[in-house]
């Protein structure tokens, strides 16, 4: 058996764990991560497949399967959470999957995602006008608001409510961090029926007073009859505004760290859409937000070497992936002019990141504008990653400008 033997809270392993996938791969094209309990796939080529393979799943097996699996009852205090995960595309399979999928697929088409592009723009900009001084924290000051008024726009949801959206998202989210504690459960569970009583509430506003937005498109699906239901509703809602925000915003900060790191030219970078294009996926290859996700062997299962029962989870590691040189040239260099190849930093199949077209547009928008405006933006000091794996992103992202340049 390839044991691999590393904490994911290692400071070193949590500022760079790409050393650590280079070894997982060296091991083996599956190794047990002796911490997490489970095999995880390190290759391009097992994460690529595994994600478009039917006989694995995101679902938790039902529940006689899991009697039968001798698996324990998740506990009580969990119940409010597990509910919300359980009425949400991205822990269900067809046929589930495929009606709350495809309610929310139309809005996020790239067509569609294009129209909100002069939003983002005025707001990318409005966020630089707002600097003052000749220091800010780009991850509080521009990488957190762009996405999260995004979202909240094409929602429909209140501006005013962010921050209080924001809390509740950071407290959910936690539940998937490597080392959970009973504390951080309880306030996952506090901020699920806080988020879920203040969506109930607005759902109830917005029925009386529709617009343009995806919240009222899906208020009009729960209405058709039994395409959504009410918990249903509230909870892709809850899942798009958490989904649609904390990715987006490590995105964006570890992109502004890596062009400035590696003195690429902005100039270069987004000269042109299909340029800027490029470059925002070489960026989310060369660090992404999600380091990890999980599937569960629906079907007793063997791939390659390693046999797998069902009920079995493995874990699908797409930062490591996104560096694996049978795949990429040199793929510790960030290269703009890099051939276009796919990376698996949006997941693959059926689970494909729904939000993929609005994240490359906030990336391509709002780096374009950041570097136009402030071409002589450095660093100030070394930014550090949050200990917060799976999640790969920033504490902070302190930088210098000249203020004369906006
Ligand atoms: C750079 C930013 C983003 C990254 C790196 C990212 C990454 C991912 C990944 C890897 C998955 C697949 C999970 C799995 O296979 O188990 C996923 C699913 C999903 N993402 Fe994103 N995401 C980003 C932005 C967004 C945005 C802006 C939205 C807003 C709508 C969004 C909404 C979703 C939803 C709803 C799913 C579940 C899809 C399904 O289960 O069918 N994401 N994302």
New binding site residues.
Partial sequence: MSLFRQSPRDPEFVQNPYPAYQRMRDLGRAVFWEEYGFWCFPHFHEVHAL?RDRRFG?EVLHVAARKELGWTPEPEHLAPFSAFEAA?????EPPV?TR??GL?NR??TARATDRVEPYVRALANRMIDEFTGDETDLLKTFCTPI?VY??AH?LGMPAERTDDMLGWSHAMVAMYQFGRDRATEEAAVAATLEFSAFVEDYIATRRRNPGDDLLSHLIAAEEDGDRLSTQELVA?CI??MN??????V???GNAIKTLLETGVAAGDAFECAARAKRTVDEL?RFD???HM???FALQDVRVGDVSLNKGDRVG?L?GAANRDPARYDAPDRFAIDREALTH?????????????P???L??AVALSALFERLPGLALSGTPRYADTYHFHGLEALQVRFNSGAC
């Fill in positions: 994600l995101r949400t595309m991205l822990e269900r999957h709350l999928r929310v809005a996020f996405p995004t979202i094409l892709t899942l798009l989904a649609g925000h904390e990715a987006t490590h995105a964006m989310l992404p937000p999600l996700f999980t599937r699908l797409l698996t930093s949006f997941g693959g199949g059926i689970h494909f990141c729904v939000g993929a609005l994240a490359r906030e990336l």
